[in-house]
């Protein structure tokens, strides 16, 4: 794990030294992580503040947040619109982080009201199972995608939709595999999100985090990616930036691959699907009982794994209905909100499922979608 730099820029002059409480505690904690302070006349800084990114300082401009941000977090916001399931209670404390710097504020911020603090993105692969998320959420959408040589710097909450475009426009391949799978950079990276044989950490360079304290590179291999896993997934961990390094081939054939990728998605995902994507893990092989083995078609096994979607069509998954959530009828692990579908539904129609699958294959299923 290498360290980034971090440049701690004071924007309120006028107000130097700071006096309101809120101020003077957030600039407190904020100094405990910064190597450097800054101080910048107001008016001044933006450019400033822009050329130390570009220098691979990470800069955090958290006076000038003290006073804006206790009235950018929202409180009992409901979280249907968040997730693309559709389901959702309320977030007691909620708040949109539209850069890297925001999660950082918004964590300290956390820790210093002692509240816990939770992070999602796009919202495609979580459920919101609960009538109240307690403490803070912090809902990371949005950034920047800064230029290399040989890839990209991106923000944790920029669409990985929006890369892919952008890279294949700039000439890059690497990415077009994972065409149309929705939701964020930063989300991707959690999981190891991937698609028809490939997956986001094939160009991970390094990953930066926050880790509570500090700022922190973390290297693709340090990632410890696996399949739908990463490091990240274990510890509690905020991804601020990704590092991306991708190959410079102007070939048409990326493109094509794209085209013909979203084409598909679009027809098995319409833009009206309420759904987290898969909901369960596809199972390796080698992780079965001889019992399984033995009744398990061989035809269906994909790169070593069984998909969840077989096991679960053979236990009748596929059209089954429990209140309002319905398992497609040409995917057995495509579980869709229909009609207003509840907590109570999602829960009932994956455990009666998951027995069955236990039942017949001696196979636990591991849910792919992540509560909250
Ligand atoms: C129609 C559809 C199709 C899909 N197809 C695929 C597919 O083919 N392959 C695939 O892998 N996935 C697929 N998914 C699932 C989903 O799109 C991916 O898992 C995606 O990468 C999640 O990104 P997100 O920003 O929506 O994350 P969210 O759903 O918001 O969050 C997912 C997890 O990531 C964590 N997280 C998010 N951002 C951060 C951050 N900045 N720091 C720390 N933790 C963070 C959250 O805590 C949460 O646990 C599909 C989903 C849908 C709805």
Known sequence: MGKQETVLVVQWIERWPPKLEIEVQLLSRAQKIADRILSIPVGGP???VGKLGNCGFHVITHCKYAMEYKKKIKKNISLKKYSTLGIGGIAELFFLAK???DIISA???????KVPVKIFAGGSNVFFEKKKVEGLLICARGGKILKKE???IVDSGVSLDLVIKKSLRDGYTGLESLTAIPGTIGGAIYGNAGAYGHSISEVVKRVQIFNGKRTLWVSGAASKFGYRNSIFKRRSL????VEI?????????????????RAIRNKKYPPTLKCPGSFFKNIFVKDISHKAKKIIDSSKIVEGKIPAGYLL????AKGMVVGGMRVMDYHGNLFVNQKNATTYDVNKITTTLKKRVKRRFDIDLE???MRF
Do not use: F
Request: aromatic share 6%.
């Open 46 to 48: 933006a450019p400033l």
């Open 99 to 101: 850069k890297p710097e």
């Open 107 to 113: 964590v300290l911020w956390a820790k210093k009201k």
């Open 150 to 152: 040989r890839g990209y």
């Open 238 to 241: 905020y991804i601020l930036r």
């Open 245 to 261: 390094l991708l190959k410079k081939d102007k070939n048409d054939a990326a493109a094509d691959v794209s085209k013909k990728i």
């Open 313 to 316: 069509e053979s236990v009748g």
């Open 367 to 369: 849910e792919e979608v």
